[in-house]
C-alpha cells in the first residue's frame, strides 16, 4: 500500500523547481545549523574532526581555509586554544557580547531574548541553558533556530506538505527579518575583527556573509541599505579636547 | 476699550508674596498631591500594561548601609528599586547606589559563568567551565591542604587556606566555612575602614559604633563625616539629621578638611588641620570640665574616673594648645564647648576623619568623652547605643581552628579587634606567612587598599600565592589575577540574613532573591555548600554535618524560624513577605516619624543601659565593692544608688574612660593627643587626603552608568592660595608625589580645602571592573567594545575616568586600632613635567616594604611607641610578648 507521503514526494520529484528549493532549504539547514554549532559554545574534538576531515573539502570549495597549522594541531590542543579564543571573544567581560539584548539595549536577558524565546516556543521548542550565563538570544542558538525551522519545511515540502512548508518558511523569513537582520550581520563583522584566532575570524566572515546572502534574497534595496545602516552601529568617537573640559567643571 | 482689570507681573508678584505671608499657616496649595514614595510607596504598575507589578522586599547592599528596598519585577525582569515603608530606619528610601543597584543584574560585564586562567596570570585569557567543574576545582585545592596538615599532624598548616573579603553580609556563612575546613585566616577589610573608631569605642563602652538620635537632639558636634553623603549609616543618619536640623532646629557645627555637603549644611563649619580633631575635642573637654558644665552625677555613678581625675588629666588640653595644633580659633572651642554642654540634649559623631590616623583610637575616644562628660549618653536625643539584633547559627556550629593565624590578626597588634589585613602582603612576601589558596569575597584589594601595587604585586606571584580563587561577579583588578573565578550572584539574587544598627529600632532584615539568578547563576552560599560537600564527600573529615542545608532556603529557615517572637509571626515566611521585622507602625505621610495606629509616634527605648536586672538574673550573683555584678566569673550589671542594672559592655559595667587594656602595652590609658609626623611636614609639602562622594562605593560601582554618569573624574583640590603658590591654576596638570612615587591628575582650585591638604576621591581611575568604568571603548573602540552597549556607545558624553589615588599612599597604621592613616601621606604637588600624560602612575615596591618596616615601629614592641608615650606609668621592660592570638582588647 502506498502512502500520501509517499506519493506526494514522488510527485515533487517531477517537479525540478521543487526539488531545487528543497535542496536549498536543506543546504541553508546545513550551514547554519553548522555556523551554529561553531558559535553556540566552544569547538569539541568531534567538530574539529569534522571540519579537518570531511568538511575540510566542502569548506575549501566555499572558500573557507584555515591555515595549515589548524590541521596539524593536535586535537586536544586546538580544542584548549579554541575554547580559550572562545571565552575571550564571547564570554568573559569585554567580550563581543554574543547576545542580542545587549547589542539592542545594553543589558543581558532583555525584550529580544523573549521574542527569541517566544519564537522556539511556537515552532515547539523549548530554550534550556547548558552553562550559566547563556541565553536564548545568544547568536549561535538563533542561527541555529534558523536551521531548524530550514530544516523542517525541507522535511514538510519532501512530505509533500506544502502548507506546512510554507508556515516553515514564513516563521524563517519572519525569524530573520524580525530578529536577526537588524543586527547580527554586524555583530560577525565586529566579532571578526576582535578574533584572534583565524578559525573564529573565517567563520564569522561566512557568518556575516551568509546573513547578507539570506537577506539579499528577501528584502528590497532600499531596506537592505537600511539594514546595511542598522548594523554599521559603531561606537561614536567624541573628539577629545583634555583643555575643553577643565577639571573642575563637573 | 475693555474695563478689565489690567494685571502687571508685579502685581501678581506682589499679591503672590501676600499670600504666602498671610496663608503660609494655612498651607494652601493642592490637597491632592503628596510625596510619591510615601504615598505610593509599596505598589508599582506597569506603564503599558497597568497591570500590578510583583513587590519582593529585600536589603539593599550597593554599599555597606543595608536599607531596606523592594524591587518591582515584571515578567521576571527587575524593572524599579525603591526603598520598603515597613523599614524603621530608612523609612522607604534608597540612596543614588541604591535605586542604581538593578544595573549590576544586567550589566553585559558581569561574570556570568566560572572561568579557568588559561594564560598566565593577569593575562587575562580563560577557559569557561561549568560551576560543578569549578567546585570540583577549589575543593581539590583545599583537601591538598587538609590533607597535608592531617599527615604531617600540623593543624597550622591549615592556615594556608586564606579567605579575604571586602564585604562580608553573608551572616556567618564565610565564618562557618572556613572553620569548617579548621582555617582561622580570614581577613576582613576593616582595618582600611573605621576599625580605629571601633577600637576608641568598643572598649570604652562595648559597641563599636555610635547610633545618634539625630532627630531629636538639639546640637551636633560633627567630626570628620560627611553623614549626608557617605559615611556609615548615611541614609538613615542621614534622614534623620535632616529632620533633626530641619525638624527639630538643631545646631550642627561640622569638622572636616574639606567643604563637604554636611558641612555646607551646617551652622557652623571649621576646617582643622588633617588630624588635630582630637585636640580640639579634648580641648572642649578641658573648658567643660574646668567651667563646671560637666554632668557631675554620670561621671560618678557610669564611668571608671572621676572627674578630679579628668580635670588633672586634661590640664595640657587648653584652647589655645589646640589652636596651635588644629588652626581652629581658641574662642570658638571655647564658645562651642560651653554652647554643646549647656544645650541639652547634644550628640556628637565622627567617622573617618579622626579615626583614620595613625592613634586615631585616641581621637575617637577623645570624641565619644564628650558626651559622656556632659551626660547625654543614651538620652532621647542623645549619644545612643548602636541597636541590632541577633540571629541563631544553624546547629551544628563547627569550631574555630586550632591554630591563630599570624596575618589574621597579627601579633604586634594585640589591641585590633578588627585586625590589620594591610600588613597581609608584606608579611607574606618576608615568608612570615605561607599561602596554599587564597580566597576572595567582594574584594579588590589591588585598587582599594593603600600602597595597592603590593598587593598587585603579591596576588601576581605564583610561587607567594599558589592558588588563588575569586568569588567576584565583576572582572575587578584583583581578581583578573585570579586562577579560578566562581561567581557569585549580585545582591539581588541572593540569600543573607542581616540587622544593620542604622536608627534607634533595632530589626532583623533579609535578602533574597527579588529574580531568579540570571542565566543560571549560582549563590555564593551554594557555591560554600557544594564545595564543602567535596571537600568531604563521605563526611570522612567531619566536616560535611556543619553543610547538612538541603537547600539555601533550608539553611535560612534555620536562621530565622525559631526567633522568639519572629517564629510567632510566621519566621522566615515573614521575613520573605515583608523583608523586615519587626514592623513597628507605618511612616506618617507628613512628618515621616513612625507611628502606631493611632498616628502616635512609635518611640524608640532609651536609657539602654539602666535596664534593671531580674531576680533569676540576679540569683547566684555577687555584686563588687566597685558595684560590679558577677555570675559565673562573669560581668552581668553594675549596682548604682541601689538599683541592678546591666551597664555597658565592659568589665566594670561602666563606661571605661580608663581603658586598662590601653595601659598593658604601653598607650594611654585616657584618651590623649599625639601630634602625627604629618602635623610637622615642610612648609611646601601638603597633607593628601582621600573622600568618597555620594554615588560610589569605594570600588564597586564605577561601571554602573547612571553613578558613571554623576561622577567619574576626581580631580586634585587644591586651595587657592597654594595652588597660586606652585603656580598652577584650575584644571592644571600636575604631579602629586609622595615618597613612594607619584599619580599626574589634574588640580581643582576651590577655596573649599584647607591650604595645607590636597583632596582627592576615591571610585574613579580604575584599570578594570568593566568598559565604563575604564572608558574602554574611548581607547581602543575597535578592539574591544563592539557587541556592547549602545548606551554607553552613544551617550558617554564624558572622556575622563579619573586617576586613583591609592598607589602612592603609604602604609601607616595605628597602633591601637590597627586602622591605616588614609590621610597621613605628606605630598608635593607641582605642575606635571615635559612627557607627563593624565594618569600616568610610578611608584616603587621597595619604598613601600620600607613603609611597612617603619610603621612596625610604632607598634607596641616599637621604638617610636615608646619614644611617644614616656607619660605612660608602665614597666616598659615588662611589656607583654607578642603573642598569636585572635585580637581584641
Keep these: 500500500m502506498q502512502t500520501t507521503t509517499t506519493m506526494a514526494s514522488e510527485a515533487i520529484m517531477e517537479n525540478g523547481f521543487e526539488q531545487e528549493q528543497v535542496d536549498e532549504t536543506q543546504a541553508l539547514a546545513g550551514l547554519f545549523g553548522f555556523l551554529a554549532r561553531c558559535l553556540e559554545e ?70 529580544p531574548a523573549d521574542r527569541a524565546a517566544a519564537a522556539y516556543r511556537h515552532a515547539g521548542l523549548d530554550y534550556r541553558n547548558r552553562l550559566s550565563g547563556e541565553f536564548p538570544d545568544h547568536i549561535g542558538t538563533m542561527l541555529g533556530f534558523y536551521a531548524f525551522l530550514a530544516e523542517a519545511e525541507a522535511t514538510a515540502r519532501l512530505a509533500g506538505d506544502n502548507e506546512r512548508a510554507e508556515q516553515y518558511r514564513t516563521q524563517r523569513e519572519t525569524f530573520l527579518l524580525e530578529q536577526l537582520a537588524e543586527w547580527a550581520p554586524g555583530w560577525c563583522r565586529r566579532a571578526a575583527e576582535a578574533a584572534l584566532l583565524p578559525f573564529y575570524k573565517r567563520l564569522l566572515e561566512m557568518a556575516e556573509q551568509a546573513l547578507w546572502s539570506e537577506l539579499e534574497q528577501r528584502v528590497e534595496r532600499r531596506r537592505l541599505r537600511e539594514l546595511a545602516e542598522l548594523n554599521r552601529r559603531e561606537p561614536k568617537r567624541l573628539d577629545y579636547d583634555a583643555d575643553f573640559r577643565k577639571a573642575s567643571g563637573l | 476699550m475693555s474695563d478689565s482689570i489690567k494685571f502687571t507681573r508685579r ?52 554599599c555597606n548601609i543595608e536599607d531596606g528596598g523592594v524591587a518591582y519585577v515584571e515578567n521576571g525582569r527587575i524593572v524599579k528599586l525603591e526603598g520598603n515603608m515597613d523599614h524603621p530606619n530608612t523609612r522607604g528610601k534608597l540612596c543614588a547606589k541604591g535605586n542604581s543597584g538593578f544595573l549590576h543584574v544586567y550589566d553585559p560585564d558581569r561574570i556570568m559563568t566560572p572561568l579557568l ?58 565564618g562557618r566555612f572556613m572553620h569548617a575546613l579548621g582555617s582561622n585566616t580570614m581577613l576582613n577589610h576593616t582595618n582600611i575602614c573605621e576599625s580605629s573608631k571601633k577600637v576608641g569605642l568598643e572598649p570604652t563602652w562595648g559597641p563599636d559604633i555610635e547610633s545618634c538620635d539625630w532627630a531629636n537632639t538639639k546640637y551636633i558636634l560633627n567630626f570628620g563625616s560627611n553623614v549626608l553623603e557617605t559615611a556609615y549609616f548615611m541614609n538613615p543618619n542621614a534622614q534623620r539629621l535632616v529632620d533633626g536640623v530641619v525638624g527639630n532646629k538643631a545646631k550642627l557645627v ?174 607574606i612576601k618576608k615568608g612570615e606567612a605561607k599561602v596554599s589558596v587564597w580566597m576572595t569575597y567582594y574584594d579588590n584589594p589591588v585598587y582599594t587598599y593603600p600602597s595597592s601595587h603590593v598587593w598587585k604585586e603579591m596576588l601576581s606571584d605564583e610561587n607567594t600565592v599558589p592558588f588563588y580563587a575569586s568569588f567576584s ?32 529600632y533595632p530589626c532583623l532584615s533579609i535578602r533574597q532573591p527579588v529574580i531568579k539568578p540570571l542565566g543560571g547563576t549560582q549563590e555564593f552560599r551554594q557555591t560554600l555548600i557544594d564545595v564543602i560537600r567535596k571537600v568531604d564527600p563521605d563526611g570522612a573529615l567531619g566536616i560535611k554535618k556543619y553543610f547538612a542545608f538541603n537547600s539555601v532556603e533550608d539553611w535560612m529557615r534555620a536562621h530565622f524560624d525559631a526567633i522568639p517572637g519572629l517564629k510567632e509571626d510566621g519566621g522566615w515566611d515573614f521575613m520573605k513577605k515583608k523583608g523586615v521585622w519587626p514592623i513597628y507602625g507605618e511612616v506618617d505621610k507628613e512628618t515621616a516619624k513612625i507611628v502606631d495606629k493611632n498616628g502616635n509616634e512609635v518611640e524608640p527605648d532609651y536609657g539602654l543601659y539602666t535596664k534593671e536586672l531580674s531576680a533569676s538574673d540576679m540569683a547566684g550573683a555577687e555584686v563588687d565593692n566597685d558595684g560590679t555584678i558577677k555570675k559565673d566569673g562573669q560581668a552581668i550589671g553594675v549596682q548604682v544608688n541601689g538599683r541592678n542594672m546591666v551597664g555597658f559592655g565592659t568589665p566594670s559595667r ?17 584618651p590623649v593627643y599625639k601630634r602625627l609626623p604629618s602635623r610637622d611636614k615642610k612648609p611646601d609639602e601638603l597633607v593628601l587626603t582621600t573622600y568618597k562622594v555620594n554615588v560610589h562605593t569605594q570600588s564597586r560601582t564605577a561601571s554602573l552608568k547612571y553613578l558613571a554618569e554623576l561622577y567619574h573624574k576626581n580631580p586634585a583640590w587644591i586651595n587657592p592660595k597654594t595652588a597660586a603658590a606652585r603656580g598652577l591654576s584650575d584644571g592644571d596638570l600636575i604631579r602629586v608625589t609622595s615618597p613612594l612615587g607619584y599619580i599626574v591628575t589634574r588640580a581643582h582650585v576651590t577655596e573649599g580645602i584647607h591650604p595645607d591638604v590636597v583632596a582627592i576621591s576615591t571610585a574613579c581611575g580604575h584599570s578594570a571592573y568593566g568598559r565604563l568604568a575604564q572608558l574602554k571603548q574611548r581607547e581602543q573602540a575597535a578592539d574591544y567594545m563592539q557587541g556592547g552597549d549602545a548606551d554607553i556607545a552613544n551617550n558617554v558624553w564624558w572622556n575622563d575616568k579619573g586617576v586613583h589615588p591609592n598607589p602612592i599612599i603609604r602604609l601607616a597604621v595605628d597602633p591601637i586600632g590597627g586602622s591605616q592613616g588614609w590621610y597621613d601621606t605628606v605630598v608635593t604637588v607641582a605642575k606635571a613635567q615635559p612627557g607627563d600624560k593624565y594618569g600616568d602612575t610610578d611608584v616603587s615596591v621597595e619604598a613601600s616594604m620600607k613603609d611597612y618596616e617603619e610603621t612596625l615601629r610604632y607598634a607596641y614592641t616599637g621604638d617610636i611607641h615608646r619614644a611617644k608615650h614616656k607619660e605612660v606609668d608602665i614597666d616598659w621592660n615588662s611589656l607583654p610578648e607578642p603573642e598569636l592570638h585572635g585580637g581584641g582588647h
Aim: glycine share 10%; proline share 7%.
Design chain 2, 473 to 504: 561577579p565583576y572582572m575587578s583588578e584583583s581578581t583578573e589575577l585570579a586562577d579560578l573565578i566562581i561567581p557569585d550572584v549580585t545582591y539581588l539574587e541572593r540569600h543573607d540574613p542581616e540587622s544593620m544598627p542604622g536608627g534607634l
Design chain 2, 117 to 174: 586562567r588559561t594564560g598566565k596570570r593577569g593575562e587575562g585569557k580563560w577557559k569557561r567551565i561549568s560551576y560543578d567543574e569549578a567546585t570540583t576545582l577549589l575543593a581539590s585545592k583545599l583537601r591538598e591542604v587538609i590533607d597535608r596538615a592531617n599527615a604531617e599532624h600540623k593543624p597550622e598548616i591549615l592556615n594556608e587556606m586564606v579567605f579575604k573579603w571586602g564585604r562580608d553580609r553573608t551572616g556567618g556563612a564565610v
Design chain 1, 42 to 111: 566552544e569547538a569539541d574534538a568531534a567538530l574539529i574532526d569534522l571540519i579537518r576531515g570531511e568538511l575540510r573539502g566542502p569548506l575549501a570549495a566555499a572558500g573557507l581555509g584555515f591555515d595549515e597549522d589548524f590541521y596539524h594541531t593536535p586535537t586536544a590542543t586546538l580544542v584548549e586554544a579554541l575554547a580559550e579564543e572562545y571565552t575571550g571573544l564571547f564570554v568573559a567581560p569585554g567580550c563581543v557580547s554574543p547576545y542580542a539584548s545587549v547589542v539592542e539595549t545594553g543589558c543581558m536577558f532583555k525584550e
Design chain 2, 254 to 427: 561640622s569638622f572636616d578638611v574639606r567643604m563637604s555637603n554636611t558641612s555646607g549644611f551646617a551652622d557652623e563649619a571649621y576646617f582643622p588641620y588633617p588630624g588635630t580633631d582630637g585636640a580640639i575635642a579634648l580641648a572642649m573637654a578641658h573648658v567643660i570640665m574646668n567651667e563646671g558644665l560637666y554632668d557631675a552625677d554620670f561621671i560618678d555613678n557610669w564611668t571608671n574616673v572621676s572627674a578630679r581625675q579628668l580635670i588633672d588629666h586634661l590640664k595640657p588640653y587648653t584652647p589655645e594648645f589646640a589652636e596651635e595644633e588644629s588652626g581652629m580659633a581658641a574662642k570658638d572651642i571655647r564658645r562651642i564647648a560651653r554652647e554643646f554642654a549647656t544645650t541639652k540634649p547634644a550628640t556628637t559623631f565622627s567617622y573617618r576623619g579622626p579615626c583614620k590616623h595613625v592613634w586615631g583610637s585616641y581621637q575617637e575616644a577623645a570624641i565619644n568623652m564628650l558626651n559622656v562628660i556632659t551626660g547625654n549618653v543614651e538620652k532621647k536625643g542623645g549619644y545612643c547605643l548602636p541597636r541590632g539584633m541577633g540571629w541563631p547559627q544553624p546547629q551544628p556550629v563547627p569550631p574555630k581552628g586550632k591554630t591563630a593565624s599570624v596575618i589574621a590578626a597579627p601579633p604586634l597588634y594585640p589591641l585590633a579587634s578588627h585586625h590589620v589585613s594591610t600588613h597581609a602582603p608584606y608579611m
Design chain 2, 11 to 62: 502685581d501678581f508678584i506682589k499679591f503672590g508674596g501676600a499670600v504666602g505671608t498671610a496663608a503660609g499657616a494655612l498651607g494652601l496649595t493642592s490637597s491632592r498631591l503628596v510625596a510619591m514614595e510615601q504615598e505610593l510607596g509599596g505598589k508599582d504598575y506597569s506603564p503599558t500594561t497597568g497591570a500590578e507589578r510583583q513587590a519582593v522586599p529585600y536589603t539593599c547592599m550597593a
Design chain 2, 654 to 670: 561602666r563606661m571605661e574612660i580608663y581603658k586598662e587594656s590601653y595601659r598593658k602595652y604601653g598607650f594611654n590609658p585616657l
